[in-house]
């Protein structure tokens, strides 16, 4: 599997009057890990919805475990991969860390899918080549 | 149970390039049917912080399902109640309709906590009387 | 100059840890504000874009001032107009208001624009019946 | 001037159904901006806050004008510094750039302010070691 890393510092912004995180935002937090877990394929978000014709990866499900909070300036670390392939869909765990300690964990189950007709969406197979690229923990086996 | 029902309009920032809400913004949604419904109590939000040396409601855990896209413009209803009560933690239920059919269900499990030096949180008893009056589904019964 | 208001009170996750809600979301709530106005015209936000071909009204420019600070569970009242109609630009006027004082006061340039290729922005004249619609205070001029 | 910048990628999430940044989105960028700017004073913004018994730097006016239209994944620089200082008051100016071309120029008028009983704000005087940090284009005056 595919690890994804990335630092960050706490913004005022993302915080509540109780000087922690507005929960909400740590799935914002997963949703740019995801991004970037995908780019480190070589394509990046726009490139790979016009290559094969889809529109993104929207939600089925997402959840989150709270175990420590993030108070404004703390710096964490967010580590994200794909855990699970399914047919056309995938599941992401995301672990937010306060230097050795797990703040959050998280999950993302994700379709790949085109857009449909009537505003819908339509799940299609992932191909195999972006399975391949991130389930390879070196990061070498890019897609083009 | 106290079930508190609201309508919205989804609205053009809640939604991301492919026209569909992105999905963080449903947890957005969540929290203030929480505050709603914990405000039909008769306690505003300021004001239940106040009379039980509270910070508010964090989180322990959260998650969804999603069910049908929701795209902009599309008038949804929102119900939540506190399904299942512990002692400092409490369970709410949201389902997010679009007319009948369920586009969004999830939970919010939260802790009654007070703050704590060192940036912390400490979770304490869940008041007798907060309980009964959310667990009134007449929403008769009412905190001053 | 038809006139939009709305009624608000300040949620926990538009707040920031000093209590007071976090600046872009007065930007948000004007966003909001020029949607519903106009709405009022007969037309929700999907069907004008289908309508007249246009992809929305993206901001030339937006600016407020900060008069009073407005924190968790403030009730707020909003009123929203389009003060100046250029060609194909216009300025909404926006004011939020604690009881009779004005808390944020800002404006809102936009254009009416269609999407242009290149992922770019084009410029169309606004439709005189949509200047006229929003010019009427009575709110009785509908488009349809 | 010290003129602080960083390199970005806009998100998915950053961007609405027109494929393009929700405006109130740059003001985000410009908080998170200002917050780093300071940051390279020395001290983090939890460790100002502290150190000056000052609850943050609440804005007394915002503005942006919007040239060119961010999409999903380009990438941006944001340039950002205070070119005025008064008193208790301090503007900053941001430049969000495309390439050599700018995107994005906005300013933030903000106070160096106290929190204050009735949940209202004082100003404070900006002490003149921040003003010198901030005014040493070398970013070798440091705040400790």
Known sequence: MLVHRRKLRIEWGQCDPAGIVFYPQYFIIFDVSTAQLFERTGLAGAAMRAKYGIIGFPLVEAGARYLLPCH???????????????????TLRHRILKGANEAVVGFEKRIWAAGHPDRGIKPLPVPDEVKAALSDASGKTRLT
Chains 1, 2, 3, 4 share one sequence.
């Open 72 to 90: 404004f300036d703390d710096a964490v670390e967010i580590e994200s991969g794909v855990e699970i392939w399914g047919r056309s869909s995938f």
